[in-house]
């Protein structure tokens, strides 16, 4: 038996949004669901203790930081990522791909896999889809990315066929190379860029192979907000109906509800703990960027309708003061409020689907948020 | 009544350690204590929870660093610094004395008061005792200090005896400038440098003045430790023993114990936040710099005697990983560690006053430390 399975609760009869729930070795997932992002086995400056409070239910980690530092060896020695960073829920892990075609001039594409560069030291690494699976074993997360390539944006469609191509057979290379599928579920991912009858074609070849989940890559790659959901709108119907469909590196609240709309289970993004650190949140009124000077004397908390720690306890002045003289403890609580803002805009948007007004809901965000449409 | 009251409950039979309470506005705080140092209203990377979870009773708060961000306006604005920055217990701040004197070239001594650029944006000030109480008012603490010179070390014999003249003088008009008495303590602070006929001379004349509290400065500035312990010693008989005494800016665990021994009640410092966002802590068996290769693959905890949720939940190989990657989650973990480790020192050290064997824990300690005294 796979180590991961998907069970369909229902479908907003208002919309194609689905509820859901997916078994994992450690522990039940209910998605929709937002997955923090922990690139080097730590969810940037959050404790596990906090992400249960905020009640984070999976992170996600990466496989290319990892193997870095402090080495795949070394988290396999201390137990696995769970032990190693004292995480005992689930997990899921990239398969490195996607840093590892971000660095550019860096790497080189053959058949065999990727030569790069460290973005460290510059020192030489070799990346195959049976390297990638090897990390990802010693890792030991519960759900575990194939090695793809994520076509940039813009590419010209050639590009983008051999790519997905060349992704199909990798997919193969992974599943053969796969050690551990009893504890750990192998995820492909669906390329194509913004091509509709490549990702036809990437779907209808991914989908013939039998794997416990799958996910639409090589979105949120710099195009258009209305044309990734276009893309992904034509994507998600070839998709399964008794497996979660994860859309990798997706992470605004508007994007996450769209994706929701269009069949999609599980998201990520590192956007919420990033755009902390440098002082802008998610509020149920929009973004505040809290650096700006009208907070400097703005005694009211960050979100008047938000019940996180951040929100009961401190002031939009004194979040400010922080942010402005970059201490830590700024990082630490604008990152817990955004992050517990997405968690919780998917546990809304459960609850719309189960009472069949999603549209309903995400309309209603949208307004008071402050998107136009 | 002062608002700052000290309970001598005993001395030390094989020593002059004390042990005593002091009462404040927000709450009793037992003695000896080391004080956690929230420089711009926060513990570097620390919760207030997390400080209440550690057992620290009071923090110590930078008037010079309010003073330029926020503005102490703002603070007053907010309610004072308890509220503004959510911790309940007492406070203490200084009198942004010694920040102002660090700035060398930058400021100018004179009668009056300083005047001395920003660091931050070369702004020009002006700041005089009048001026340092009036801030000090505005920000709120429990226990306020005189805005005194510290002398720097070496320093020639006549700069410090005008010195700590001026201090006397700036005293005076501290206690006038005080505008709430019933609300904050006001401690006059014994200078002389390392001269000892000057340290008897600056705590006649300050002791002449009825406060709540008296503290040694210009200690723990760059002279030989042994030269900082005996002029200690030469001081701290002087100091009524109804009166907190308080050792400024004194954090490493020997230089606690030997203050306490000499009849010291409160010391703080930057050092084991500071050395913990370097990646050195604090444990039973000496300082451990966790950067070191020799951690890669040591998957035991910090210490292995401590209780604090850093060592229990995560191994040296993780923190290592941390540090090395300037994960913010290392500084977080490693500074609630050594404040863990002095508070809880100093709460050993209480019990050991109160079993009449402190000097007899003090050489136990120093032996398993690694001190060779």
């Given at each position: 038996m796979s180590a991961i399975r998907y069970e369909l609760i229902k479908t907003c009869k208002e919309s194609g949004a689905r509820l859901g729930r997916i078994h994992t070795p450690h522990g039940t997932i209910d998605t929709p669901i937002f997955m923090p992002v922990g690139t080097l086995a730590t969810v940037k400056s959050i404790l596990p203790e906090e992400l249960h409070t905020m009640k984070a239910q999976i992170i996600l980690s990466n496989t290319y930081h990892l193997y870095m530092r402090p080495g795949h060896d070394i988290v396999e020695q201390a137990g696995g990522l769970h032990k190693f960073m004292n995480w005992n829920k689930p997990i899921l892990t990239d398969s490195g791909g996607f840093q590892v075609f971000s660095l550019g001039p860096l790497r080189k594409i053959t058949e065999e896999g990727v030569q790069f560069r460290s973005h460290l030291d510059g020192s030489k690494h070799f990346i195959s889809p049976e390297k990638a699976i090897e990390i990802e074993n010693a890792l030991g997360a519960d759900i575990i990315m194939a090695f793809d390539e994520c076509a940039p944006y813009p590419a010209d469609r050639m590009y983008v066929k051999d790519s997905l191509e060349r992704t199909t057979r990798w997919l193969e290379r992974c599943i053969k190379a796969h050690k551990k599928p009893q504890e750990q579920g192998l995820f492909g991912i669906i390329q194509g860029g913004m091509y509709k009858d490549l990702r036809k074609q990437s779907a209808q070849e991914i989908l013939q192979y039998d794997l416990p989940g799958y996910a639409v890559g090589g979105l949120s790659v710099g195009e258009p907000k209305e044309m990734m959901y276009d893309v992904l709108e034509y994507t998600t119907?070839?998709?399964?109906?008794d497996k979660p469909r994860y859309l990798m590196g997706v992470g605004s609240p508007d994007d996450l509800l769209e994706a929701v709309l269009r069949g999609i289970d599980m998201c990520d993004c590192v956007l919420p703990t990033r755009i902390a650190r440098n002082g802008t949140v998610f509020t149920s009124q929009g973004k505040v960027v809290i650096r700006n000077a009208t907070y400097a004397r703005d005694f009211s908390p960050l979100d008047p309708e938000c019940d996180c720690p951040t929100c009961k306890n401190y002031s939009r002045a004194y979040l400010r003061h922080l942010v402005k003289c970059n201490e830590i403890l700024g990082a630490r609580l604008l990152s817990y409020h955004n992050l517990h803002f997405l968690i919780k805009l998917m546990e809304d948007a459960r609850q719309a689907i189960m009472d069949d007004r999603f549209l309903t809901f995400k309309k209603e965000f949208f307004k008071k948020y402050g998107y136009t449409k």
């Open positions: 119907p070839f998709m399964p109906k």
